[in-house]
């Protein structure tokens, strides 16, 4: 089945510590981005990629950091410099970057800071 | 910048009430508008989008919202919910060219027996 995998699904991080999350996509899809949903605000975004070897920052990206050196690979590192890590980050693809191309989820990762 | 409003942050429903999540958002060019429905365990999936067109869109499980340009409105409708329809739903909206979205804060529904 193509889809969007996350892993892991749980993640504990000591505080100082870098962690990287995963994000896999088999649906052959341009355009990659990485949200975090904390209650009661929705999903924002923190960086987008629209092909490989590119991506921009979101609306917040400070204390994190991604690359894009493969299609179907869109890791996301949260570094010790994020202030609020604990939250849900899910990953979603697009098969484009254009605007009526609806966007696909994963099933997300939960960090929480020990 | 643009921004989106979801004003219902919790709505409570018996089973085969009629529903009707309102959002609104701030952005003068063309839009593309969608709902997103996270039920509880799943990930988030499409309900149903709007790019042009007829402004009455219908999407999956009976859904349907309409598009008011006017008001910059996109409310959700169903006629009558049912138990399974209890989940979190998110309206967001992107410019015509750019697919980064911009999600309202969701609303949380919950059905009844």
């Known amino acids: 089945d193509g889809g969007i995998t996350q892993s892991p699904k749980y993640l504990f991080r000591k505080e100082g510590q870098n962690v990287t999350l995963s994000c896999e996509q088999n649906l052959n899809h341009d355009a990659m981005y990485w949200y975090r949903q904390d209650p009661g605000q929705g999903l924002r975004l923190i960086y987008y990629?629209?092909?490989?070897?590119?991506?921009q920052k979101g609306d917040i990206a400070e204390g994190y950091s991604v690359s894009r050196e493969k299609k179907e690979s869109f890791p996301l590192t949260v570094t010790s410099a994020q202030k609020n890590p604990t939250a849900f980050y899910l990953c979603?693809?697009?098969?484009?970057?254009?605007?009526?191309?609806?966007?696909?989820f994963g099933d997300g990762t939960r960090l929480s800071i020990l | 910048a643009q921004s989106v409003s979801q004003h219902n942050h919790h709505v409570i429903l018996s089973e085969a009430a009629s529903l009707e999540l309102g959002c609104n958002y701030s952005?003068?060019?063309?839009?593309?508008l969608f709902w997103y429905v996270q039920y509880p365990g799943q990930h988030l999936q499409l309900l149903l989008k709007y790019f042009s067109g007829d402004p009455l869109v219908k999407g999956i499980k009976g859904f349907e919202a309409e598009f008011i340009k006017s008001k910059f409105s996109f409310n959700l409708r169903k006629p009558s919910v049912q138990w399974s329809d209890t989940a979190e739903y998110f309206c967001a909206v992107n410019t015509g060219t750019a697919s980064k979205l911009t999600f309202g804060t969701g609303t949380r529904l919950q059905v009844t027996l």
């Open positions: 952005y003068g060019g063309t839009v593309n």
């Open positions: 979603a693809s697009s098969i484009t970057v254009s605007g009526n191309q609806p966007q696909h």
């Open positions: 990629s629209q092909i490989v070897n590119d991506f």
